[in-house]
Every structure is written in C-alpha cells, then in structure tokens.
C-alpha cells in the first residue's frame, strides 16, 4: 500500500495530528514561532465542517476553546511564551471545570518577548505550574516530526480520556524544522471520544460526581441537561460551595485523577540502558543531539545510554529512578537554566550524580557540547 | 376589560429582605414593612392589582394574586 | 410557562444586598425570555465574576460562571461550536469595560448572535465598592476617598462605533421598558448590547448622597429620558434611554458558514 508520505513543518505535523484526532474548534491569536498552526488551520478547518477563528487575544482564544469543548467539540489553540503566560488563569479554569481542552506552547526564549524565532525550553516549569492553585496537568513535548503528530492525537486521547487540559510543550526548532511525516489511515490509530452521561434526561444528573475510576461523564452544553458550571469550588450539581469537606474532596480528584494515572500517562524512549554507566535524559529539540551523539558513543564503545522523556508531567519519578539506579552519572540535557534537572534530582536516589548541560543562548545544543561534558565525567579533560 | 380583583398578596418573608422598593412604589400605599422589617399588606382593600409591586421587588417576595 | 419555572428556587434568597438592582434585571431578563417562549433547553447563560456574574447561579438555563471579563469570548466559543443555542451574557461594568473591554468591542466589531447585558451599577460591588470606568468624574468610592478623577465610558456610543447591530439603554425603575428592550435585544440576529442602570444602595448609594435604594431608582427616574424627547432640550444633562441602534447587519455564524461553504467548494475543484 501506498503511504501518505509528507515533507511538513512541526507545525504543521501537529495540524495534521489535531485533525486526524477530530479537531473540531480551533482559537488563536498569531505569534511566533507557533503561527503557522493557527494559519494552517485557518485553511483545514472549514473543509471539514470545522471552525476556526481568531480572537483578540490569546487570554480570549483560551476562553473560546473552554466555551466550544463545553458543546462538546474537541479544541485546542497554539501559542507561544508570552501567549502561553496570558492564558495561564483560563487554563487554571478548564482544570476547575475539568474541560478537555489542547494547548500548544511552542517555546521561544524568554522572559518576556525574549527571543521569538530562536529555540528555548524555558517553559518548562510554567507548563506545570503556571496558573495559580493546587493542580495537575499533563505535559507532553516530542523531538521529530513523527513524533510531534502522534504526540499531539495522544494528548487529544488524554484530553478526553481525563477531562484535563492538556498541553504540548514544543519547541522553536520542532515547530519550524521540516523532516517527513508519515500519514496513517484514519483508524491506524486509536481516537477517544469523550464519555457521555447515560443519563436521562428528566433524571437528576450530576455533572461533577466522578466515577470510582475518576471520570466524569459529561452531557455537552445545549443538550438534555442544564447544569452549571464554575470555576469556584463547586458540588457535585457544579454549583458553588466552600464547604470543608467539598472543597477538600475536589482539589484531590483533580490532581488524583492524572498523579493516580502518572504511569499509564507517561510515555518516553530509551536507548542501550541496560549496562549503561553514563544516561542522558532530554526531551525535544535537544533529545535530538543526544540521540546522535549516543548512538556514536556507543559505537566507539562507551557505556552511554538515553531516556527521551514524550511526557514531562505528570514526571515519571518511578521510572527514572528505576531506570537510572546503577548509572553512576545521569545527564539532563535542556536549554533552560536546569528546569528539569532540579526534577531529575528528586527523583534519584543520589542527587549528586545528576548534572545539567544546558544552553541558554537560543541555539540548538550541539554534539561537541555534549562530547565535552562527557570527556569531563570521562576523566578525559576539556 | 372587567377590573382586577385582588385575591391575596403572596409574601415569601423567607425572601424578603426589607428593602422598602414595593412600599415606596405602591400607588395605593398598600403595604408596609413589619417589626422584623418584611413586608405585610396592611390595607389590601385598596390595592388595584396593578403589580408593580411584583414587578419591582428584587428578591421574588412578593405576588398578586386575582380572583 | 410562569416565569418563576425558569429558576433555581432552591439557592433563594440570591446573595445580592437588600434593594440591589441585579435582582430586577434578573427579573426583567427572565420575563423576557417567558414573552419570547424560549425553551430553556436552548438558552446558555455565561457569565463573568462579581456580583453581576452570580446571576447565572439562579437561571435554569445551561449555565457557564467563567472568569473575571472574559464571559463574551466563552461565549463566543460556545456560540459558534452551536448557532443555534441562544446566548446570554450580564456583565458588570467593570466586568464587560475594565477587564473585559476589549473583548466587548470586538464582540461588537465581530456582530456574533449574542445578547450582553451590562448591569451597570458603576462600582465593584463584590470587592467592597471601588470605582469603576462607569463611575465617572466627582464620584465617591472605597478607592476615591477624595472623589474620583477618571472619565467614564458611553457604554451606547462605544458599542455603536464598536459595531454592535442592536444597542441600548434603560434602567431597573423602567422595569417594563427593560422587559421589552431584553425582549427585543434576544431577537436580534447579531450582537446586541444593553447597558441596565442597576442600583448598588450598599456601596455607590451609600458614598454618593443616594442612601436607600428608592433613592437610586427615583435618580434613574429623574435623570433619564426617553430618546428625542422635548425635556432633553430643556435639560440637556438628562440621559437619554431607549434603543439607540437596531440595524441589520452580517452576522458571524452567518458569514463563517459561507466560509465553509467557499472552503468546500474549493477543494472539490
């Protein structure tokens, strides 16, 4: 069989893998370097029935995408640093009122304006702990354009499956390179819908009573059921409460229905761990310099292994910690000030084996950066 | 059109919470507030049923109803 | 169907203060919805933050309480995932002009099917009575101790000049002027904007010389008028009320379904 093969951008990639997995509603607001999702949408959408629309900021696109998955559409908007700070109390809502929801975040430098159209991973911490509140989210980010259109269907499939926002940290150099995607037939992959109340209509529903298993069948806006919803603690009716015992049950589904699931959420890639006495763990544009530089280690003979985390949060403390345990040294590799890294350390048993190699200068990380950390651990000098 | 027979004002003192806005817009001087300041129809006789009061009191306390 | 079917008597009495306007605008809002016949089914309500915002808890309607000045892009979202639901959305005013300003004029620019409200009491009502862009200048706030020195917005030529295709003004004295301006408001095929005098007895009363909420309503009385009346003349300070803009123009939902149909249409070529 003939394969649909294209020669695409990340940013397109992540379209591609935002309409295979059912987009129906995007919002957005232009701002690089994640502008061709929304451009590229502006054209795909309507073809299929869709709707696209640009608001007036990026505080209303994330508003917009709330409102349209309310109907029961699957949305997502894309944005970058400055976009992604302005959504940040929006987001804190869909996590409230538990509103599947994408966000991409193709990361630029920054603080502030920073750097628009060199690479950062500087977002990295705000992605988990951006908007105010006790919560969890789900992070997901990917390295080749392959990975950035299934990554994208599986953090619909999250979405849906756990009734989260969920946001997809991409990188400048994911967004802008271009490399070949594979395109799979519809039903290669699996889709999640999202799960229904069974509910009558006539009968008492309650939109915010979670099952033993933590989901929360919905009943979409407009349909049988008229109920509220808030982004104060609410019942499980969706009206507003401040009793003790409500306000504490909430906050803990909200974080137990993704924290109790961390495994199962989690995805990454490892490379010649087993005997491995040096491990590298990165994700994103930079996994792809230590890919590289591993595989040639490693045909020079050296001990060096790889984990490329696909999901940052929840972080997979376990498995790290069980993957890194006979390493005598673990190396992050990201381009922030060690975002990831002070992670990496709790999750050791040894914190003093974890070391960052960063760059924070808006280039890509290079194979001679990661051979002279290397040749240092090695005893082999500078 | 036959006038407009009062029947009976419905006051729900669990809502009502004393503002003064249906006594001071009574056309007729009907009602007043009582000690625990609700309020209470104390002349019904010469209400006309024209429902202002209903129409105006912010908390749905007060209904007229005809015969 | 008696109007009083349309809300959720169990969390009465609201929270609003005794004498507060937004218990009539509820009242106006839901008599309007009876005299049109809406089923309740097809009305969704979004709302904002403050004391305006908890209208929404009362109505049985599909009811979304969102964020501080953002209930219009909510609303937009779900309104073009769904055109045929009929959107309602009372703001404050500092809620639909401070924060929310700038996605009330483009919801206006855009002339999207939805209905606003603007319950405007001219402070912050929930925080405890700080000054708002509605305020205006001389004014008396718990963060104007010594009066106020801003401007205020025109909510009407705002919104006309921001494009809205149905525009206007009225008050909670002239409740049965309310009922058939939200009557007339809901049915306008675009986005229609009503800015409601509501009095705040509690706070912007209190601070400003009009103590009792009979006061407020009899200032509403006496200091409106309805639009091209002679008394303006005479007293040209009066504000003027009434429907102000009710034009036919492109709606939204409307035009993006021709967009749809173009976006079809070219790829089958």
Redesign the interface.
């Known amino acids: 069989m003939k394969r649909n093969v294209k020669f695409v951008q990340g940013n397109e990639a992540c379209v591609e893998g935002a309409l295979y997995a059912g987009l129906d509603f995007f919002a957005g607001y232009p701002i690089t370097p994640s502008t061709e999702i929304a451009e590229h949408l502006s054209e795909r959408l309507p073809i299929k029935g869709g709707k696209f629309i640009q608001m007036e900021d990026e505080i209303a696109s994330m508003c917009a995408i709330i409102g349209a998955s309310l109907t029961g559409k699957k949305v997502m908007t894309a944005t970058s640093g400055p976009g992604f700070s302005l959504k940040q109390e929006a987001l804190g809502y869909a996590i409230m009122a538990e509103i599947p929801c994408v966000i991409v975040n193709v990361q630029r430098g920054g603080p502030s304006t920073g750097n628009p159209t060199h690479v950062s991973q500087g977002d990295v911490n705000q992605a988990r702990w951006g908007s105010h509140g006790d919560y969890a989210i789900v992070v997901m980010t990917a390295s080749t354009i392959q990975d950035v259109f299934e990554v994208t269907i599986r953090a619909f499939n999250i979405a849906e499956t756990y009734r989260t926002p969920v946001i997809l940290l991409f990188d400048e150099i994911i967004g802008h390179m271009r490399e070949k995607l594979i395109l799979p037939e519809p039903g290669e992959i699996p889709l999640v819908e999202r799960m229904r109340t069974s509910v009558k209509s006539g009968v008492d529903y309650h939109p915010y009573l979670p099952r033993e298993d933590g989901r929360l069948p919905m009943s979409d806006f407009g349909g049988k059921h008229r109920y509220n919803v808030t982004g104060l603690f609410h019942d499980m009716w969706g009206f507003p409460s401040t009793k003790p015992e409500i306000v504490h049950g909430l906050l803990r589904h909200l974080n137990d229905k993704i924290i109790n699931y961390a495994e199962s959420i989690c995805m990454y890639k490892e490379f010649e761990l087993e005997d491995a006495e040096i491990i590298f763990i990165s994700y994103g544009a930079s996994a792809r310099t230590v890919l590289h530089t591993v595989k040639n280690r490693r045909k020079a003979g050296e001990k060096v292994g790889f984990i490329e985390l696909q999901t940052l949060w929840p972080f997979p403390y376990n498995i790290i910690r069980r993957k890194c345990a006979n390493a005598r040294h673990v190396i992050v590799v990201e381009m922030n000030m060690g975002q990831l890294t002070r992670t990496v350390k709790n999750a050791v048993e040894d914190h003093r084996k974890v070391f960052l190699m960063n760059r924070i200068d808006g280039l890509l990380i290079t194979v001679s950066d990661i051979r002279n950390i290397l040749r240092m651990l090695q005893g082999k000098g500078v | 059109m036959a006038k407009k027979v009062l029947k009976e004002h419905i006051i729900n003192k669990?809502?009502c919470?004393?503002?003064?806005?249906c006594v001071?817009?009574c056309p007729k001087n009907v009602l007043e507030l009582d000690k625990e300041g609700k309020v209470f129809a104390s002349r019904p006789k010469d209400c006309i049923c024209c429902k202002q009061c209903e129409?105006?009191?912010?908390?749905?306390?007060i209904e007229i109803e005809v015969q | 169907m008696a109007f009083?079917d349309y809300?959720r008597e169990r969390f009465?009495?609201?929270i609003?203060?005794?004498?507060?306007?937004?218990?009539?605008v509820l009242?106006g809002m839901l008599k309007a919805v009876e005299k049109l016949g809406i089923d309740k089914n097809n009305i969704v309500m979004v709302s904002g933050i403050g004391c305006s915002a908890r209208i929404t808890g009362y109505v049985d309607f599909h009811t979304l309480h969102t964020i501080h000045g953002r209930a219009l892009a909510f609303a937009t979202g779900v309104k073009i995932s769904r055109p045929e639901l009929c959107l309602i959305v009372p703001m404050g005013d500092g809620d639909a002009l401070a924060i929310g300003g700038n996605h009330f004029i483009h919801a206006c620019r855009r002339n999207i099917d939805i209905t606003a409200v603007i319950m405007n009491n001219r402070i912050y009502g929930m925080t405890g009575g700080q000054y708002s862009p509605l305020s205006g200048i001389g004014k008396y706030a718990s963060t104007a101790p010594y009066s106020t020195i801003e401007n205020k917005f025109d909510i009407v030529k705002l919104a006309e000049t921001a494009g809205a295709s149905f525009v206007a003004r009225t008050t909670?004295y002239h409740?049965?002027e309310m009922i058939d301006i939200l009557c007339m408001a809901i049915s306008n095929k675009g986005f229609s904007v009503v800015e409601i005098f509501s009095q705040c007895?509690t706070y912007f009363g209190r601070k400003n010389e009009l103590k009792?909420?009979?006061d407020m309503?009899n200032y509403f009385k006496d200091n409106t008028t309805p639009i091209g009346s002679k008394v303006k003349e005479a007293n040209p300070e009066l504000i003027e009320r009434g429907v102000f803009i009710n034009s036919s123009m492109p709606e939204y939902c409307e035009e993006y379904d021709k967009i749809v149909a173009k976006a079809k249409k070219n790829t089958e070529v």
Do not use: E, Q, V
């Open positions: 669990d809502w919470k004393g503002c003064g806005i001071f817009f129409l105006m009191c912010p908390d749905f306390a | 009083k809300i009465f009495p609201h609003w203060c005794p004498g507060c306007g937004h218990g009539m009242k909670t409740i049965r007895p009792t909420p009979t309503l």
